[in-house]
Structure formats: structure tokens, C-alpha cells
């Protein structure tokens, strides 16, 4: 039987041997060290600090706000990036920066017509 290497929530962690089977908590069971290896998948490491500061472990990922992630030093860019990596991860996908399958709105344009029509 061979299993394959490596975590699906975690493209970094590597198991060793390809006959050992790789443990992947479920984000709500995450450590502190795992949710700032999240963190830097997510190109948003260097906010790692400020959470293990915080004890932000994956029990209260889903429970941050807006307000929270202001609080932790986060900008407002990097804020709404996160929200939805941990959207992603509550709706149980592997690529936490994933979009969405499908689009949840089709885009309209209007055009106003020339003057001369």
C-alpha cells in the first residue's frame, strides 16, 4: 500500500517514508504552530508572530472578524484575503486560496448609447 507523502491541507509537511501515513487535523484542531504553517502557505507568514502571540490556535480561525484581524495588525487588503482563506477551509477545501467553482454573480455592462442614435 502506498500513501502518499505529504499533507493535503499543508503542500509543506512531509511525512517521511512512503509507507508512513501523514496525520492531518482538521483546521479546528490546529496548533498554533499549524495555523502560522497555514499562515505562510497563504503568503501571509509574517503575521505568524502576532497570532502565536494571540494563542490563535484553529479552534477560533472561524470566530475571527474583520475587527479581530485589524486588532492582530493585519491590513485591510490581507484581512479580506484571510477571511476567505478561512471561508475556504470551513467550506472544506484543500486550496484555501481557491476561487470559487462557479461565479456567484454574472457580470452586467451597460452601454449608454451615442447622443446621435
Known sequence: MTVPLGCPKFASRNCGAAN????????????????????????????????????????????????????????LGDRKRLLKAIAALAAGSTDARAEPAEPTATPVILVKPSAGS
Open 20 to 75: 508512513q501515513a501523514c496525520y492531518c487535523p482538521p483546521p479546528g484542531y490546529w496548533s498554533v504552530v499549524d495555523v502560522s504553517r497555514w499562515l505562510a502557505e497563504q503568503g501571509l507568514g509574517h503575521y505568524a508572530e502576532a497570532f502565536a502571540e494571540n494563542g490563535t490556535g484553529g479552534d477560533v480561525l472561524p470566530d475571527l472578524t474583520d475587527a479581530d484581524l485589524k486588532e492582530l495588525g493585519l491590513n
